[in-house]
Nanobody
Framework: QVQLVESGGGLVQAGGSLRLSCAAS????????MGWFRQAPGKEREFVAG????????YYADSVKGRFTISRDNAKNTVYLQMNSLKPEDTAVYYC???????????????????WGLGTQVTVSS
């Protein structure tokens, strides 16, 4: 069982930056693939970024590529999402998720993840 707690959300002007953190409980954090998803009002939850267990492989949605960076510190049981050049369309609740690596599943699919945090609100004003 893994518990995930996100932090770092807030209100920022367009063009600004935020860094989200996700702290995980348990001693097996390094065995999980990690991802960030977001959900805006009236929209479906969408993939933002993912990272492999070691952090050497990362994945990004096209909409955030070049602006967001996912990273992890396995010694601190924490995954981060650095968000730069924020746009109003980035406004959403951001969720951290952990997945048990299985063949045939992908980082981009929400159904691939086993554990979810409660989310942190990010609001970007124009």
């Amino acid at each position: 069982q893994v518990q995930l707690v996100e932090s770092g959300g807030g209100l920022v002007q367009a063009g600004g930056s935020l860094r989200l953190s996700c702290a995980a409980s348990g001693r097996t954090f390094s065995t999980y693939g990690m991802g960030w998803f977001r959900q805006a009002p009236g929209k479906e939850r969408e993939f933002v970024a993912g990272t492999s267990q070691s952090g050497t492989t990362t994945y990004y949605a096209d909409s955030v590529k070049g602006r967001f960076t996912i990273s992890r510190d396995n010694a601190k049981n924490t995954v981060y999402l650095q968000m730069n050049s924020l746009k109003p369309e980035d406004t959403a609740v951001y969720y951290c998720a952990a997945r048990v690596i299985r063949g045939g599943s992908s980082y981009q699919a929400a159904s691939s993840y086993n554990y979810w945090g409660l989310g942190t609100q990010v609001t970007v004003s124009s």
